[in-house]
């Protein structure tokens, strides 16, 4: 695939620090997708930049954006603790979320989560608190550890879960009972949790993409309305 468009990057400010992130805008982008990652991860990640760069080439704008400053990422990487911090990570994605409400270039676009592991708990929080999130894919996720916000969840939720993995499977399907919010649980044949199987990466893109597509257009229905 040809992206359409350039990556730049961004710094968001947090206190007196900032997280970094890529913004990848196609001409005619149609919403924009907000990356956030799981455990471990970072917006590096191959299978998060597949996902975006399949998202690009479809107009939809993305923005990578890691979670944690670089010296938390730093602390991170010999504790593991950061990165189950749901509290932070959701706050971190607030502030990201509100930085793309507010670019002039992205400002009028209806605006999604794409979120792995961990991250997906950190996203739907954050769509519990925020009315702009049109909606929230996840992969692979853990929504279960977004706990008692999962009953405040009122945005259209995806969840895309490896056939083989089944602790996430069961966990996936608990926390979507808790949803009240239209919710869809996706399972991808044969897959795995890091979704490395013979073409289950490239269906989680296309999922994503028709999901995104569709929960946007109701955004411009609105709109026009």
């Not at 924009?32 to 998060?48: L, M």
């Not at 509100?98 to 961990?118: C, I, K, M, Q, R």
């Not at 997906?120 to 519990?128: E, T």
Request: charge should be negative; include cysteine; charged fraction near 20%.
């Amino acid at each position: 695939m040809t992206r359409l468009a350039e990556s730049r990057a961004v710094s968001i400010p947090v206190g007196r620090k900032s997280i970094n992130g890529d913004l990848s805008l196609p001409p005619g982008a149609r919403g924009v997708v907000v990356f956030a990652h799981g455990s471990g991860s970072s917006r590096r990640s191959a299978s998060n930049q597949y996902i975006a760069e399949y998202l690009n080439y479809r107009y939809l704008g993305t923005l990578l954006i890691d979670l944690l400053t670089f010296d938390e990422e730093a602390v991170d990487m010999m504790t593991s603790h950061l990165r189950f911090d749901i509290e932070l990570l959701s706050e971190r994605l607030i502030t990201a979320t509100d930085w793309v409400l507010l670019h002039e270039s992205t400002s009028n676009l209806p605006l999604g989560y794409f979120a792995v592991s961990t991250g997906a708990a950190a996203a739907l929080v954050a769509a519990a608190k925020l009315p702009d999130v049109e909606t929230v894919v996840c992969r692979g996720g853990r929504p279960d550890l977004a706990e008692d916000w999962l009953a405040r969840v009122h945005t259209p939720t995806l969840l895309i879960v490896g056939q083989r993995d089944d602790v996430v499977l069961r966990l996936n399907r608990e926390a979507a009972a808790r949803i009240p919010a239209p919710v869809c649980i996706e399972v991808i044949p044969g897959a795995t949790h890091l979704f490395e199987e013979k073409g289950a990466l490239e269906r989680v893109a296309a999922l994503s993409h028709r999901w995104f597509n569709e929960q946007f257009k109701q955004f411009a229905y609105r709109e026009a309305a």
